[in-house]
T-cell receptor, first 114, second 115 residues
Framework: AQSVTQPDIHITVSEGASLELRCNYS??????LFWYVQSPGQGLQLLLK??????LVQGIKGFEAEFKRSQSSFNLRKPSVHWSDAAEYFC????????????FGQGTELSVKP | GAGVSQTPSNKVTEKGKYVELRCDPI?????LYWYRQSLGQGPEFLIY????????DSGLPNDRFFAVRPEGSVSTLKIQRTERGDSAVYLC?????????????FGEGSRLTVL
């Protein structure tokens, strides 16, 4: 079955600390992987995506993610978190012949302590 | 418009009523998607349009749900005989990518509450 698992429902980090949000996927074909962020009152915004090539991808707002095929993972990282990063983060998987049909994880809510 | 626009932003209705939710995609985007997000969950795919036709409607939960995009731009999601379980945020997204998987631009959603 195709699925995305985000094991951490809620994470709290201190401002300036590093961040890693976990994402594991199950997908029958070559996966296209995405991280989206959802802030209150705003639509989902794409942070970064992986289609092929270099397994370490850079995104907006200083985020990066690493695709590890052997672990079926696509974890999101940021070296130093800012208070404005507090939001809900969603990992998603799709395929080349699936149009924009994405399978999302249930999300990880990030809180940032001053 | 500059982004994906969805109306209404909030809709409260009674069980058994009919509801329409509207999506106005980014100008020039040929692909349009509807997703549903229940409380505490990630978005779930409902239907995808390429132009005027539904390319994939496999996510529609049952025949009470229907969506149209008659002129290849604005889309309407229609829900008949609403049930309390239909309460959710309905998200619309558009993309300029023909086929394949490109970046989806999401609207802020329409929050539906069925009493």
């Amino acid at each position: 079955a195709q699925s995305v698992t985000q094991p951490d429902i809620h994470i709290t980090v201190s401002e300036g600390a590093s961040l890693e949000l976990r994402c594991n996927y199950s997908y029958g074909a070559t996966p296209y992987l995405f991280w989206y962020v959802q802030s209150p009152g705003q639509g989902l915004q794409l942070l970064l995506k992986y289609f092929s090539g270099d397994t370490l991808v850079q995104g907006i707002k200083g985020f990066e993610a690493e695709f590890k095929r052997s672990q079926s993972s696509f974890n999101l990282r940021k070296p130093s978190v800012h208070w404005s990063d507090a939001a809900e983060y969603f990992c998603a998987v799709g395929g080349n012949n699936q149009g924009g049909k994405l399978i999302f994880g249930q999300g990880t809510e990030l809180s940032v302590k001053p | 418009g500059a982004g994906v626009s969805q109306t209404p932003s909030n809709k409260v209705t009674e069980k058994g009523k009919y509801v329409e939710l509207r999506c106005d995609p980014i100008s020039g985007h040929t692909a349009l998607y509807w997703y549903r997000q229940s409380l505490g969950q990630g978005p779930e795919f409902l239907i995808y349009f390429q132009g005027t036709g539904a390319a994939d409607d496999s996510g529609l939960p049952n025949d009470r749900f229907f969506a149209v995009r008659p002129e290849g731009s604005v889309s309407t999601l229609k829900i008949q005989r609403t049930e309390r379980g239909d309460s959710a945020v309905y998200l619309c997204a558009s993309s300029s990518r023909l086929g394949g998987t490109g970046e989806l631009f999401f609207g802020e959603g329409s929050r539906l509450t069925v009493l």
